[in-house]
């Protein structure tokens, strides 16, 4: 693997980067009334979309360098630690002096878990903190988590992904889930516009949207510039490539912790494109970069190669559908 702080990059990824306080177990809800309840386990690991696909697009043999903000703080000294062993560039992370490093607990019951965040310094990362050297050496820059840095990078991503395709950079954004609950503003849909290809689940998709069906919420946003590949969980994902659509899928999995899957996918299906899969075979790729990163507890533990993805995409089952079988 190439060193991503010393020569061209494969990946960049721009978003957050925080621990994960990972809890595990059948009943991880907690009582109130001061009432102690022990659980399978808990575990501090990578977190943060951004830090999770970074780590995933590595393990998968990409030169990747991360942009993000930490503080100076214990916190942040664990994640460039682990980020720096996973072969992930951390050089353009910044280290704030003034917020403590972003937080997440996630309470994990297999398929399903709730997430609380702490935001401290994720969401002061802005524009100003992307080297302009990075989008003009990068073959693909990807953005995480938009709805947690919408009023600090929001104002100036569409120029920055405007930068980087000007450059020869192709561009995708994952905008996870949205706190507010207000699902997009002016800058958002500027940076569609800069996006080759937009990474939500089912329910961001129609929620950004503002659409009823996943029909048209896939029409909605194709219109509005992008590629779609929209994660439907163990029913695969659906692309959307202007008029023609395909589904993709695997045979089942039964998961340890889905925490970072929809992430892993997204590592998956830029290595499938930057390896020049079309897009159908691309999201199959990432399905099975994501089923196989629910077999240990975290984003990252069991993260594959991409050997051991490879051979699992062959298994996949990608099909042309209509527009009529996705209204059924």
């Known amino acids: 693997m190439s060193s991503p702080d010393r020569q061209g990059t494969d990946l960049v990824v721009v978003g957050d980067c925080n621990p994960d306080v990972l809890v595990l177990g059948d009943d991880v809800t907690p009582s109130f009334g001061q009432q102690e309840k022990l659980v399978e386990g808990i575990w ?3 977190g943060g979309s951004a830090a999770i696909t970074a780590v995933a697009a590595a393990r998968l043999g990409l030169s990747v360098r991360l942009v993000a903000a930490v503080g100076a703080d214990p916190a ?7 980020l720096s062993r996973e072969g992930v560039g951390t050089a353009a992370v910044a280290v704030r002096d003034d917020v403590p490093t972003g ?7 297999g398929a399903d878990r709730a997430i609380l965040t702490a935001l401290g310094a994720v969401a002061s990362l802005t524009t100003q903190d992307v080297p302009a050297t990075l989008l003009t050496r990068a073959r693909h820059v990807h953005i995480s988590s938009y709805f947690l840095l919408q009023h600090s990078l929001g104002p100036g991503l569409a ?6 395709r000007a450059a020869g950079a192709t561009t995708s954004l994952d905008t996870n889930w949205d706190p507010a609950g207000r699902w997009g503003d002016d800058h958002l849909y500027a940076s569609l516009a800069q996006t080759d290809v937009l990474l939500p689940n089912e329910t961001e998709a129609l929620r950004i949207a503002g659409e009823p069906t996943l029909l048209a919420a896939a029409q909605a946003l194709t219109a509005a510039g992008p590629r779609l590949a929209v994660k439907l969980g163990e029913r695969g994902v659906l692309c959307a490539d202007g008029p023609v659509w395909h589904r993709a899928a695997l045979p089942p999995v039964t998961p340890v912790d889905a925490t970072g899957a929809g992430d892993c996918f997204n590592a998956g299906l830029i290595a499938g ?3 020049g ?3 159908p075979d691309a999201a199959a790729l990432g399905c099975a970069v994501g089923a196989l990163s629910t077999r240990a507890a975290g984003g990252t533990a069991s993260c594959p190669d991409l050997a051991s993805a490879l051979a699992l995409a062959r298994t996949a089952t990608v099909r042309r559908v209509s527009a009529g079988m996705l209204s059924s």
């Open 44 to 46: 501090m690991v990578i």
């Open 76 to 82: 942040g000294d664990f994640l460039l630690g682990q």
């Open 103 to 109: 937080m997440t607990v996630a309470l994990s019951r």
């Open 159 to 164: 120029a920055m992904l405007a930068a980087a």
């Open 273 to 275: 494109l930057l390896r």
């Open 277 to 279: 899969l079309a897009l």
